[in-house]
Structure formats: C-alpha cells, structure tokens
C-alpha cells in the first residue's frame, strides 16, 4: 500500500511531454521572448520558419532561459540548429523573426534513465507516465563505440540529439534528477529511493563490457556511481538556487560538491 501511494504522488506534476507550440513575439538577434504555459528554464526546442502552408524548415535551436511566473512571458536564447548535420546538402542562411513559430518540449515523450541498477530501473522507469524509454543498453553501445566508459555530457547530447530524446533522468542520491538530455539544464527534482543494491557503473545496463579509448577524456572507467553524476549535474547547473539549496540539505558544508556552484548566498 505505501508503494502505491508513493508510486502516486511521484507522478504527480511531472513534466508535460507534449510539445509546447507557440509565436515568437519579438527578437533581438540571439534573443527572443514567447508566452506560454508550462515552460520551464533550461527546457530546449527549436524555431520553424513557414514559407507557406505546404513548406516549412526548422530555423534555429531555442533554449528558455527566464520566465516571468506572472505573466508567462519567457526569454529564450537562439542558437544554430543543430539537430540535422548533412554536408552535402545546401543549408537555408534565414534570420529569425517574429511570428515564428517555437517549439519546446519536442522531444520530452522520449526519455534515458540512469539508474544504479536493475530494480531501480524497473521501478522509476514504471513510476512516470507517457514516456517512451530508450533502454540504456542503447546508450552503453554508443559509448562503446565512442570508446567512453565514463559517459561525458558530450555524450548525453550528442547521443540525445541523433535520437530524438528529449528527457535524461538520473537517480543518485535518493532524488530522481530530471534534465534536459540536449543541453544538460535540470527542469526537476524529486525524491526517489533507490534499492539498496551495489551500483553498476557506469550505469545499470545488460551490456557486459564499455569498450574505452587508449587516452583521452572520457576513456577511464567510472570508479563510483553516484558522486560522478552529482558532480556533472551541479557543474552544468552551477546558478540554479534551488540545486544548491537540496545540495546543502543533503551534504555537509565542507562537501566538494558544493564548490561547483557559484550561487550568491
């Protein structure tokens, strides 16, 4: 009965994987502004130029860096797209404008977890609704043929990227960690009880063994689950309040962790 009622109240308030669709009310080169419900700082997307009702073309990747709570208004920051790489291909040189259309959230129904073994895998990846999960059997093939047995943000992203995942949840430290796969930004943070089981490194995965480069970042083997992934989480987040905040709540004042912020007190 308590699994089942804590089953419940995770699942309440998770994030919306549906698309966020919405105009560009204005943009001042790399910045822009949209309005929309449900957005969260750090979410990822695109912007879609419609030449007419037949043609259109993704134009430049989005990122929401602030959002005004009241009136739902949020700055975002535009960048290259990236998601589609062909040389051979000329690539469209268009300047993004108002009345483009934004996408967030595109790709947040697929979703990799981190778990630190089997049955914690089981159990959080049955705990979240309306996720398809790409099984991290997947990923642990990538890394092997990128030779990382340590599995570097670079990885996340470029792995997410290809695959069309949107969503990367990691469990360290009894919370469930939910970022943005392409660019490392954390949306969420909730508790999550892992089983009490010795953890796999890198991560809980079928294959047996992570093929690793000669030299070179990423090519030693992780030693320790879950301090690995605290670390990445708070140095790709180093000015989010409230990740430092559930650091301090959980860690003492001396713990290196808390190095990698640069948050004003």
């Not at 992934?229 to 409230?242: G, P, Q, T, V």
Request: one cysteine or more; glycine letters at 4%.
């Amino acid at each position: 009965m308590m699994r089942i009622l804590f089953l419940s109240l995770f699942c309440m308030g998770m994030i919306q994987a549906s698309p966020i669709s919405t105009p560009l009310l204005d943009t001042n080169e790399d910045r822009g502004t949209i309005q929309a419900s449900q957005l969260k700082v750090g979410m990822s997307g695109f912007i879609v130029r419609h030449f007419d009702d037949k043609h259109s073309s993704i134009i430049a990747n989005a990122r929401v860096s602030t959002i005004n709570a009241d009136t739902n208004r949020a700055q975002i920051d535009i960048s290259p797209y990236d998601g589609l790489r062909q040389n051979s291909l000329p690539s469209g040189k268009w300047t993004v404008k108002a009345n483009d259309e934004v996408v967030m959230a595109y790709d947040y129904e697929r979703a990799l977890l981190i778990a630190p073994n089997l049955d914690t895998y089981n159990t959080l990846s049955g705990s979240i609704p309306n996720v398809e999960w790409v099984h991290p059997d997947t990923y642990a093939t990538y890394l092997s043929h990128e030779g990382h047995p340590t599995p570097l943000v670079k990885d996340f992203h470029q792995f997410c990227t290809a695959n069309s995942i949107g969503l990367l949840y990691i469990q360290s430290a009894d919370t469930l960690f939910t970022l943005d796969c392409k660019n490392f930004a954390l949306l969420e943070t909730r508790p999550a009880l892992s089983e009490k089981k010795e953890p796999m490194t890198p991560f809980y995965t079928r294959v047996p063994a992570i093929r690793a480069n000669w030299f070179g970042e990423g090519s030693s083997r992780l030693k320790s689950y879950e301090p690995y992934y605290l670390e990445e989480i708070a140095l790709k987040n180093s000015k989010n309040k409230e990740l430092h905040t559930l650091y301090k709540a959980k860690f003492s004042e001396n713990s290196a962790l808390l190095r990698n912020f640069n948050v004003k007190e």
